[in-house]
């Protein structure tokens, strides 16, 4: 299973890469897919080799289609945890103690910032090997939530 430690988020501004080689991946399926590319479920996850908080998931049917996932446990954002744990119950996934939750991240190259999906995460059930992206109802949760450095 991938650990979680902190470090920093330097290498995410580079290209995302493609996963030429087996080590240092899982695969992961998306049964339903994830909005927006709901053809494609079957996923690598890979952590960013600088940053175990950052994670690249890339679709296996087609490397061009990547995104930049974080660890929503390294955000610093309490009142949001609160809403998850909300929304999370409200699933049923509130007392899981096998999934994760990931948030899709942006990168805004000219304003050099990162911006974090909120309201959209990713979930995944690392002991099954599937993923789920889930739509929050909550109206406080952003799609552009702006990471500190």
């Keep these: 299973m991938i650990e979680h430690t902190h470090k920093s988020k330097e290498s995410l501004t580079k290209a ?12 992961i399926i998306f049964p339903y897919g994830i909005p927006g590319f709901e053809h494609f479920t079957l996923f690598y996850l890979r ?41 999370l119950d409200r699933l049923g996934l509130a007392n899981r103690d096998d999934i994760v939750v990931f948030v899709v991240i942006k990168i805004d190259k000219n304003k050099q ?10 979930i995944i059930f690392f002991k099954e090997k599937k993923g789920y ?10 799609v552009n939530y702006q990471l500190e450095e």
Aim: aromatic content about 10%.
């Design 16 to 27: 995302c890469p493609t996963f030429e080689s087996e080590s240092n991946r899982q695969s």
């Design 113 to 122: 910032q990162l911006t974090a999906n909120l309201k959209a995460p990713i």
């Design 133 to 142: 992206q889930v739509i929050f109802e909550a109206e406080e949760l952003s």
């Design 47 to 87: 952590e960013v080799q600088s940053s175990t908080a950052f994670y690249f998931l890339q679709a296996q049917e087609e490397p061009a289609i990547r995104l930049i996932l974080m660890d929503a446990h390294y955000l610093k954002i309490k009142n949001h945890f609160d809403v998850w744990r909300s929304e």
